[in-house]
């Protein structure tokens, strides 16, 4: 088991940043790729970054060379700085895990709320 806990949402105007945190805990040794998805009201979740245990990381092509994913070992947390924010970033951020073997489970933190006024 893994639990995440995310921290940092909040309000911002258009092009401004935010910093969001994910600290995991638990089966930490488990895990095998962290990253954030998000879901906007009506819409279905989407993911946004990933980075594995190498430290390879993936962007949706909307976010690309806005947003930086980044990982503290020694802290377990898991950090989202976006920057240039735009209003179609407002959605509820989470935390995702994919942690365990033989086969892995996804694992979610609570969410925290992004809203960027324009």
């Known amino acids: 088991q893994v639990q995440l806990v995310e921290s940092g949402g909040g309000l911002v105007q258009a092009g401004g940043s935010l910093r969001l945190s994910c600290a995991a805990s638990?089966?930490?040794?488990?895990?095998?790729?962290m990253g954030w998805y998000r879901q906007a009201p009506g819409k279905q979740r989407e993911v946004v970054t990933t980075?594995?245990?190498?430290?390879?990381?993936n962007y949706m092509h909307s976010v690309k060379g806005r947003f930086t994913i980044s990982r503290d070992n020694a802290k377990n947390t898991v950090y989202l700085q976006m920057d240039s924010l735009k209003p179609e970033d407002t959605a509820v951020y989470y935390c995702?895990?994919?942690?365990?073997?033989?086969?892995?489970?996804?694992?979610w933190g609570q969410g925290t709320q992004v809203t960027v006024s324009s």
């Open positions: 638990g089966s930490i040794f488990s895990i095998h790729v």
């Open positions: 980075i594995t245990n190498s430290g390879s990381t």
């Open positions: 995702y895990s994919l942690a365990g073997t033989p086969t892995p489970s996804a694992y």
